[in-house]
């Protein structure tokens, strides 16, 4: 039976061919760069002629300080529109929509990365993960990262992607300062929610400055750090999500958990529908208070999860991230009748130094 989940669906005017989207997805397959390649290409033309409605692609730093892992596409210079515009060409003739996904790692960069700099983030707060302590950012450096925010999007549009979505979860820079655990400033960007609000505010201001009010800005953003103590939590995410509203966001995906976090945005050990769509319960709440559309993200693995999320009205978008790694063309399989996913949510496919590219490990296993 064809539910809901197959129609199509119009997001700020695009005609997306169904409710299914790749979620942000880290390729490691651009060039050491940033410049996209063949191999990165070959990657979208399959998860577009595999059926999703609406891809987002992985993070893309908008600016030097904020590259967080090796070989991720850039969007923080006018040299890279070039090689953009071929993938997202790519992406049309396949029938398909992309977004792209414009990123900060802040304090979750790989100093290796920066070339021995520091890590930059909105407090100097100890990154057990990484190791590392980042350096606070001085009010200049804020401004020079809200406008990279605003160029990196003018790139896109310039591009011909359908859309931007701002990397606000996860704790990169924009959750760094919206989360109290982050964001210890004493200023006018910390020091309570008004404050802690203003980076993503003045982000998302420098974006639709540079594209205009008709094109698709949209945002990822944690509905809970998972912290012990301290960082975002619902109530706050919801008012967050409420103002940004009211600024004019299009629509957005709810997510959670950062590196330092016991509950990772990308769970394991999803074995039985009931631990699928981790973050439905949030997101459901996000969908009674807002006015805009709400992506759901996290653990979605069987097509009647999916339906069973948008008939009972947790979301109006069901975004995947490893599912599409392993199974690129799922969305037709879940057409022609198949229920669950063939991932197993072991998150080999996160370990990106022992990886060539992003890849379904266990799927390659099957292959030798
Ligand atoms: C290999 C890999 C790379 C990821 N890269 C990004 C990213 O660039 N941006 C982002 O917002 N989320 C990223 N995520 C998180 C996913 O978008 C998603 O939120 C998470 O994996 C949960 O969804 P899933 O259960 O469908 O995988 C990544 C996840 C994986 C497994």
């Known amino acids: ?50 059926g999703v409605g609406l891809i987002i692609t992985g993070g893309a730093p ?3 300080t904020g590259k967080f892992v090796p070989q991720m596409v850039a969007a923080y210079d006018d040299k890279y529109i070039d090689g953009l515009s071929k993938l997202v060409s790519a992406v049309h003739a396949q029938g398909g929509k992309i977004a792209l996904q414009i990123a900060h790692g802040g304090r979750q960069c790989y100093p290796e990365l920066l070339n021995g700099e520091l890590p930059m983030a909105p407090s100097a707060v100890y990154e057990p993960v990484l190791k590392t302590t980042p350096r606070e950012m001085a009010e200049e450096e804020i401004w020079t990262i809200i406008r990279a925010f605003g160029d990196a999007a003018r790139r896109a549009k310039a591009a011909g992607f359908d859309g931007v979505q701002i990397h606000g979860a996860h704790g990169y820079l924009v959750s760094q300062f919206l989360s109290s655990h982050t964001n210890r400033r004493e200023d006018a960007w910390g020091g309570d929610e008004d404050r802690r609000f203003r980076f993503a505010a003045e982000v998302y201001k420098a974006i639709r400055k540079e594209v205009g009010s008709d094109y698709l800005v949209f945002i990822k953003i944690n509905t809970n750090d998972h912290l012990c103590s301290g960082g975002l939590r619902p109530d706050e995410s919801l008012r967050v999500a409420q103002r940004l509203q009211a600024l004019g966001i299009d629509a957005v995906e709810v997510s959670g958990g950062m590196y330092e976090s016991a509950l990772r945005p990308a769970r394991t050990k999803i074995l039985h529908v009931e631990d699928e769509a981790y ?10 208070s807002l006015k805009i559309p709400v992506i759901l993200v996290g653990g979605i693995r069987s097509r009647s999860v999916a339906e069973d999320m948008l008939d009972k009205g947790y979301a109006d978008l069901i975004s995947m991230a490893r599912p599409l790694i392993r199974e690129p063309d799922l969305p037709k399989k879940f057409m022609s009748g198949k229920d669950k996913s063939d991932c197993e949510s072991c998150n080999a496919c996160m370990f990106f130094r022992r990886l060539d590219k992003v890849k379904c490990v266990q799927l390659q296993k099957l292959k030798e």
């Open 1 to 50: 039976m064809q539910t809901m989940l197959f129609e199509p669906y119009t997001l700020k005017g695009i005609t997306l061919a169904n409710r299914l989207v790749r979620s942000a997805t880290y390729e490691k397959n651009a060039d050491e760069e940033g410049f996209v390649t063949p191999g990165l290409i070959e990657m979208y033309e399959a998860l577009a002629r595999g």
């Open 62 to 64: 908008v600016h030097p």
């Open 279 to 288: 973050f439905k319960e949030p997101a459901g709440m996000f969908k009674m």
